[in-house]
């Protein structure tokens, strides 16, 4: 088992910034690769960004390419989303993923974490 906890979601204005944690516990961090999916209100679960262990490769959705980072610190256990340039249309609940697999799919997905909200006001 693999334990998930997303933090640093809240409310912010179009043009700035949050940056988002998951604190992974339980199995080996280290072996999974990680990623973070987001859910509008009414819409799918939809991917984010990605990242492979241990942190060489990572992949972005094209409408966050550019202006998100993922990374990821094995030593403590967390994974990061640092957002930039938010945009209204960038509001959801954003969850945590990992996977020893493929995390670019829901369906890839071992583990979810309960998600944190991001709310971007125009």
């Known amino acids: 088992q693999v334990q998930l906890v997303e933090s640093g979601g809240g409310l912010v204005q179009a043009g700035g910034s949050l940056r988002l944690s998951c604190a992974a516990s339980?199995?080996?961090?280290?072996?999974?690769?990680m990623g973070w999916f987001r859910q509008a209100p009414g819409k799918e679960r939809e991917f984010v960004a990605a990242?492979?262990?241990?942190?060489?490769?990572?992949y972005y959705a094209d409408s966050v390419k550019g202006r998100f980072t993922i990374s990821r610190d094995n030593a403590k256990n967390t994974l990061y989303l640092q957002m930039n340039s938010l945009k209204p249309e960038d509001t959801a609940v954003y969850y945590c993923a990992a996977s020893r697999g493929t995390v670019e799919s829901p369906r890839g997905v071992e583990y979810w974490g309960k998600g944190t909200l991001v709310t971007v006001s125009s």
């Open positions: 990242i492979s262990w241990p942190g060489g490769s990572t």
């Open positions: 339980g199995r080996t961090f280290s072996s999974y690769n």
